[in-house]
Every structure is written in structure tokens, then in C-alpha cells.
């Protein structure tokens, strides 16, 4: 597995050496996801088992998109994210980790093909979205949520080109799509065309069929 190196820590006092150590999280981002070719972002819960629905879903996801010539890249950790990594393991594809390092110290899966090592939250966002075709939620807590609504505002506010947002898991999904119909939508918060942005479904076929779809069409 190739690693990219993590960060050195600095005194918070320090921010002349941060905004060159932020540039350096930029470059090295840069310099390696360019030459994956095309990839999808997979994101889901770290506290998910591998007994769960759900991880079986995400490592089908991982192959079909290996298979279909596509690197997968996840936040590297543990649970939705290891299946997604470890099914394009198993396919022979490109299976990426962008990792962070947070007090909690998120251990990266084994199944990486490629790690890199982030400190800044906006950095491995930045990454996530620049090279990805698309993205699939599986379910997931507030680092998920905060992907999946970043990811609706950027295309919402067209600061970046319509992408593929598919949501996994119907029953899990059900409650924020009713309430942004029921509250936002209804209190012109949001348009009905904003909603369409989203595609829910059950099936990792159909999620990675949405994508290779949208990308033939462009």
C-alpha cells in the first residue's frame, strides 16, 4: 500500500507553519488522486459491523465500481467505509483511504491501496470531491451528513458541475427526505427541483448503473 505522510503537529500559536503544512495537504492530495483516472467517493458510518446489511451493500458497491474501471475512495476508516475499500480490494481496483487524524484516532482499514494522511477537515473534502464522478452514501452519523449536504449545496449553488448523489438505504433515508419535503420544501426553503438532486435506492447495482449513466451521458 502506498502511504502518504501524515502531519507534524504544531503549537496553536503557530500559524505561519500551519498554512504551509495546509499547503502541503493540498499538494500532496493533488499530486497523487491525479493520476487515479476516474473515481467515485463512497461514504458511510465507522460504527457499522460486518454483520450488517449494510456492509454487504457497500462492499458490492466497491466492486461493481472496481469492475466497472472506477477507484474507489472512502474517509479510510472502519465499518461502511472498510466495505467500500474492501470489495475494490477484492476486484483488483484502486481502493483509496483519505484519512483523518482526529483525537480520536481513526485507524485506517486494511484493505487501502493508497492512504493519505489528512489534519485539515476542508483539505480531505477538497479531495473527496475533485476527482470523484459521483458520490454514494451509505448510511451514516454527522461526518456523512455533513458530506451529503455539502455535496447538495455545491451543486444546489452550481459552484461545481451536476455529479451523481445517491443515497443507500430506503428505511434509513425515509425520515430526512420526508422532513426536506415536509419542512424545507413546503417553507420554499428549497424547490421541488433541488430534491432531485437525490436518488435513493436499495441496490448497489442500481447506484453504480446511476453513475456509469450519468457519466456516458456527459
Not at 84 to 102: D, H, M, P, W
Not at 176 to 195: P, R
Request: proline share 3%.
Amino acid at each position: 500500500m502506498k502511504r502518504i505522510k501524515g502531519y507534524q503537529r504544531y503549537g496553536d500559536r503557530d500559524d505561519t507553519w500551519r498554512v504551509f503544512h495546509i499547503m502541503s495537504e493540498f499538494v500532496e492530495g493533488y499530486e497523487t488522486l491525479s493520476k487515479i483516472g476516474k473515481a467515485v467517493s463512497v461514504f458511510g458510518s465507522a460504527r457499522v459491523g460486518k454483520r450488517s446489511k449494510y456492509y454487504r451493500t457497500g462492499e458490492r458497491i466497491g466492486y461493481l465500481l472496481a469492475k466497472a474501471g472506477y477507484a474507489v475512495i472512502t474517509g479510510a476508516g472502519p465499518g461502511l467505509m472498510e466495505s467500500a475499500n474492501r470489495g475494490a480490494k477484492r476486484a483488483g481496483g484502486e481502493s483509496i483511504g483519505l484519512n483523518i487524524v482526529i483525537p480520536t484516532e481513526q485507524k485506517p482499514n486494511p484493505h487501502l491501496t493508497t492512504l493519505l494522511n489528512f489534519r485539515y477537515f476542508f483539505c480531505r473534502k477538497v479531495m473527496f470531491l475533485r476527482y470523484a464522478k459521483g458520490f454514494i452514501f451509505l448510511p451514516g452519523g454527522y461526518g456523512t451528513m455533513d458530506e451529503l449536504f455539502e455535496a447538495l449545496n455545491l451543486i444546489q449553488t452550481k459552484r461545481e458541475k451536476p455529479f451523481p448523489v445517491v443515497l443507500i438505504g430506503k428505511k434509513y433515508w425515509k425520515g430526512l427526505i420526508d422532513w426536506l419535503k415536509k419542512e424545507s420544501v413546503a417553507g420554499g426553503y428549497i424547490t421541488q427541483n433541488d430534491l432531485k438532486i437525490i436518488n435513493v435506492t436499495d441496490s448497489a447495482f442500481e447506484a453504480v448503473s446511476l453513475i456509469r449513466k450519468f457519466v456516458a451521458e456527459k
